[in-house]
């Protein structure tokens, strides 16, 4: 068996320890149940690519470790009631594209460093605070195609990178606690993006033109902030 597809069910309980045995496992989707119990009940088998099991109230931690899986692609697990930090060990992961934590009570800072392969990071409606660093934005340029850190409490100003993220094509850091200015070169240095998000903030500057530069933009979103001057667009 290389998938098993069993979301949108009304399936209870904790997962059982059966998947343990399929050892040929690839793709494992159960979201949208009401399975519970801690979130390593998860049959984590070395052949993973693919694992969806949002919208459950899977519980605990992430602190086990994730860095044996060396085919693991997506990991979905937004919606459920998941605390404490991000294990560096899943960052670290090799072939991981794709991380969707949305939705729990994630703690502590961003911290991807060596995470060079994610194309997409859904870490919106969690509990992350700190600093946002431009070196670990830049760490994550080559790759990144969509990240979402909003509804957070993060902290200080939008990251003045040095680096061009010639893929990302979404940028979201609305409703946090961030300060200071849109920084010029912002719109510059994300030449594919279709979505800036930024509102409910606390932001001071003037709104840069840069922002309005690239070529496939669809929408910008600066709502409640304290932004002045005047509005000028191409």
Same mark, same amino acid.
Request: charged share 20%; aromatic share 6%; glycine share 8%.
């Given at each position: 068996?290389? @998938?098993?597809? &069993?979301?949108?069910?009304? /399936?209870?309980? =904790?997962?059982?320890?059966?998947?343990?045995?399929?050892?040929?496992?690839?793709?494992?989707? *159960?979201?949208?149940?009401?399975?519970? &119990?801690?979130?390593?009940?998860?049959?984590?088998? !070395? !052949?993973?690519?693919?694992?969806?099991?949002?919208?459950?109230? /899977?519980?605990? $931690?992430?602190?086990?470790?994730?860095?044996?899986?060396?085919?693991?692609?997506?990991?979905?697990?937004?919606?459920?009631?998941?605390?404490?930090t991000i294990p560096s060990s899943l960052l670290r992961s090799p072939t991981l594209t794709k991380l969707d934590l949305h939705g729990n009570d994630i703690s502590g800072g961003l911290d991807v460093h060596e995470a060079s392969t994610?194309?997409? /990071?859904?870490?919106?409606?969690? @509990?992350?605070?700190?600093? *946002?660093? %431009?070196?670990?934005?830049?760490? =994550?340029?080559? $790759?990144?195609?969509?990240?979402?850190?909003?509804?957070?409490?993060?902290? &200080? !100003? =939008? %990251?003045?990178?040095?680096?061009?993220?010639?893929? /990302?094509?979404?940028?979201? *850091?609305?409703?946090?606690?961030?300060?200071?200015?849109?920084?010029?070169?912002?719109?510059?240095?994300?030449?594919?993006?279709?979505?800036?998000?930024?509102?409910?903030?606390? *932001?001071?500057?003037?709104?840069?033109?840069?922002?309005?530069?690239?070529?496939?933009?669809?929408?910008?979103?600066?709502?409640?902030?304290?932004? $002045?001057? !005047?509005?000028?667009?191409?």
């Amino acid at each position: 068996l290389n @998938m098993f597809c &069993g979301q949108d069910n009304n /399936l209870k309980g =904790i997962i059982g320890t059966e998947f343990g045995r399929l050892q040929h496992l690839r793709k494992l989707y *159960l979201a949208s149940n009401e399975f519970k &119990g801690g979130v390593e009940a998860v049959p984590w088998l !070395s !052949s993973l690519k693919r694992v969806n099991v949002e919208n459950n109230q /899977l519980s605990g $931690t992430l602190s086990f470790d994730l860095g044996k899986l060396k085919h693991l692609e997506e990991v979905r697990m937004g919606q459920n009631k998941l605390h404490g930090t991000i294990p560096s060990s899943l960052l670290r992961s090799p072939t991981l594209t794709k991380l969707d934590l949305h939705g729990n009570d994630i703690s502590g800072g961003l911290d991807v460093h060596e995470a060079s392969t994610l194309e997409y /990071l859904y870490l919106y409606d969690n @509990m992350l605070t700190g600093e *946002l660093l %431009p070196s670990v934005l830049c760490s =994550i340029s080559d $790759t990144l195609v969509d990240l979402r850190l909003n509804n957070n409490s993060f902290i &200080g !100003s =939008i %990251p003045n990178i040095d680096c061009t993220m010639e893929r /990302l094509e979404l940028f979201s *850091l609305a409703q946090n606690e961030l300060t200071g200015p849109i920084h010029d070169a912002l719109g510059n240095k994300m030449p594919r993006m279709r979505e800036l998000h930024l509102y409910e903030n606390k *932001l001071l500057s003037t709104i840069p033109e840069s922002i309005f530069r690239p070529k496939n933009l669809t929408a910008v979103l600066l709502g409640n902030n304290e932004l $002045t001057g !005047s509005l000028t667009a191409d």
